[in-house]
């Protein structure tokens, strides 16, 4: 019977992590979320039929649904890489998703470097830009882009860059940072399994910022790394330059999936001044309640559980 209990409870853990992920898939989808819904409803088999692969956040793997990321060797300076088709060939057609057809983010291992770039398309389909690679160390690559035909996908790999390297400890949490000579805050906390709004407020010498300039089709672009093994969120904006309702500043909004407690780094791109700077923040996602109360996924002790299981009679 305890045996029985606790495969129960790991099948709703397994249920637990699968919407989690299945979040982060319409998170790292720029359709619109009606469109989102219609693609949901549309292929609601590939989360039945246990298709994790498909569901797991983004940038964990070099090659998916048939789509691989290459780096080639490149002069001195330039980083290259090309995109391989399920037909093995480059891949020289891609949709625009956030104003490009390929965003290229880079981050060491232990989360410092991040750079997001936007390199060239050669029509043999080899894409090259300065290298974003700034020093030694053991980077992440993330290729975020949608094949023509296909769906949106984020392939990563690990590039190392030879020389010396200190490693550096994570910033701890905070809900401040400066750049540039910007002050950003960050409000609202990422929790697992649910869609979490997370506002940051951009500020300059004391004085809100009312005037961002669109960048990527929004008033920001956000980022999230988790610590650990890089998985890569890309947070939507929660409204768009435009629509009415979204100002240019001070805060921008964004809507999280977080697949996991733990610790992420967000990276927020915005745009003022005619210039792009970089806010970065540690934030801890659901931090695991203390002692040993139970689990979500382990059912409470109770008389019906260890009784009602008519048809499993085992006396
Ligand atoms: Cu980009």
Partial sequence: MRTVTKLAGFAVGLVAVFGATYGVGRAVDPAPAAESRHDDAATPTADESGGTADRLPGGLLVSERGYTLEPLDAPAGEFAFRIAGPDGRPVTRYDVAHDKQMH?????????????????LSPDGTWRVGTPLTGPGQWRAFADFTPTGGEPLTL????????ELTERPL????????????????????????????????????QPVTDLEPYLGAYGHLVALRRGDLAYLHVHPDGTPGDGRTQPGPAVTF???????????????????????????????????????????????SGGADHGTPGHGHN
């Fill in 156 to 163: 990563g790999v690990d590039v190392a860059v030879p020389g």
């Fill in 255 to 301: 809507l999280a999936d977080v697949p996991s407690a733990g610790s992420y780094r967000l990276y927020l791109d915005f745009r003022h001044g005619g210039r792009v700077h970089t806010a970065e923040f540690t934030v801890v996602a659901g931090a695991a309640p203390t002692g040993d109360a139970p689990t979500p996924s382990e059912p409470a002790p």
């Fill in 104 to 120: 290229l983010i880079v981050a060491r291992r232990d989360l410092s470097g991040f750079r997001h770039v936007h390199p060239e």
């Fill in 171 to 206: 910033p701890a949490p905070a809900t401040s940072t400066t750049v540039d000579g910007y002050t950003v805050t960050l409000a609202g906390a990422p929790q697992p399994g649910r869609t979490s709004p997370l506002t940051l407020t951009v500020s300059r010498d004391g």
